[in-house]
């Protein structure tokens, strides 16, 4: 917190064509990341009943979690899978 309160008695120490030039500076950033927030917002609540891979694989909802799990689970002595040591 004590780095905002000198950010601001530094902002105003400097003059006012200083102080009008930072407020410039910040609105810039303020489009430049909300622009970039709101992007990343609407391509992730993106419509899935729109993509054509939403469905395309049957599994487990938790098969990126539990991979290694699923997949010990499902191995028999017929699977022919072997470990390396």
Known sequence: ?????QLHQDIDSLPNEAQ???FDFVQI??????????NLSSTIQKDVS???LVGLLAGSPNLAIE??????????AKSVWSCKE
Do not use: C, F, H, W
Not at 1 to 5: D, L, R
Not at 29 to 38: D, E, G, H, I
Not at 67 to 76: D, H, P, Q, R, V
């Open 1 to 5: 917190m004590q780095q905002v309160q």
């Open 29 to 38: 950033l303020k489009k430049r990341y909300l622009v970039s927030a709101q």
């Open 50 to 52: 729109q993509d054509p």
């Open 67 to 76: 991979s290694e799990e699923i997949l010990e689970a499902e191995i028999t």
């Open 20 to 22: 009008g030039l930072l």
